[in-house]
């Protein structure tokens, strides 16, 4: 069975309810983690915006609410979506990547946040932010929390802040696969649960079993898709941009061609 589609993304929804998960939106959780069996569904929505729009659906149909964090670039920023998504019910927050568009330039960044945060509070009250990891930049976005606090701007939490992840669970589908950590740069946190899984199947099994932990937050991005040429296409694409990274990681020259290709695909609004 072909994984990272919408029918195995329900099989992985259902599961968690079947086992008597809870769900909650990150905000909600960051305020008042419920007790017992939880899971935050979190989608970074780098691109593909309409996928994340058919993604909310399903989860609407399943009444569970997610958190949805969109970013400046028009691949994310498509206003009918985010309206879409919000009408739904679910959580809509920002996908910052400032810093990293300033350059490093701590000022710039930070006048770019704010007016950032305010166009997507046209959409949604946002109290929650989560950075985008920038992976050809220097810069790590998170940087900004060494001069600011979250409380500046309104906002209760940041997932690579506010998350205990020695008692949180944290799974991510970087790289179209759950086990793809090696691709990440940024997006990485220890796991405290000795569980690794390469399949959506393997996932729902161990839930089944009744092994899983109890807290978990996921992190499936918007590339889960039915559609079979857009399926083949982006595990074609994130196979090549995957090893791409790794050999950028130690040849120089390697990452100077990298950085220019993202650079040419990210056109920001």
């Not at 998504?85 to 679910?90: E, K, N, P, R």
């Not at 691709?183 to 729902?204: C, P, S, Y």
Request: hydrophobic share 40%; charged share 25%.
């Amino acid at each position: 069975m072909r994984d990272f589609t919408l029918k195995s993304y329900r099989s992985l929804l259902v599961a968690f309810q079947k086992a008597g998960y809870r769900f909650q939106t990150f905000e909600a959780f960051t305020e008042h983690p419920a007790e017992g069996k939880t899971v935050v569904m979190r989608h970074d929505v780098d691109e593909k915006a309409p996928n994340a729009l058919k993604m909310a659906q399903l989860e609407h149909e399943l009444g569970i609410r997610a958190t949805y964090f969109f970013r400046i670039v028009k691949q994310s920023n498509v206003p009918e979506v985010i309206r879409g998504i919000a009408a739904l019910g679910h959580e809509i927050g920002y996908h910052y990547e400032d810093l990293a568009t300033a350059e490093g330039d701590m000022e710039k960044a930070v006048g770019a946040f704010k007016k950032n945060l305010t166009y997507f509070r046209d959409y949604y009250p946002v109290r929650s932010v989560c950075m985008h990891g920038s992976s050809t930049s220097k810069f790590d976005n998170r940087l900004l929390w060494e001069t600011h606090q979250l409380s500046d701007f309104g906002l209760v939490g940041e997932p690579y802040l506010s998350v205990d992840f020695g008692k949180v669970f944290y799974l991510t589908d970087t790289g179209y696969a759950w086990d793809g950590g090696k691709f990440a740069t940024r997006d990485v946190v220890e796991n405290h649960f000795g569980l690794k899984f390469h399949t959506t199947e393997q996932i729902v099994a161990c839930i089944a079993s009744g092994n899983f932990p109890e807290k978990v937050l996921i992190l499936a991005h918007t590339l889960w898709t039915d559609s079979f040429s857009q399926w083949t296409t982006l595990h074609l694409r994130e196979f090549f941009r995957n090893n791409l990274k790794l050999l950028a990681q130690n040849n120089e020259g390697v990452a100077k061609l990298y950085k220019k290709m993202v650079n040419l695909y990210w056109k920001k609004v």
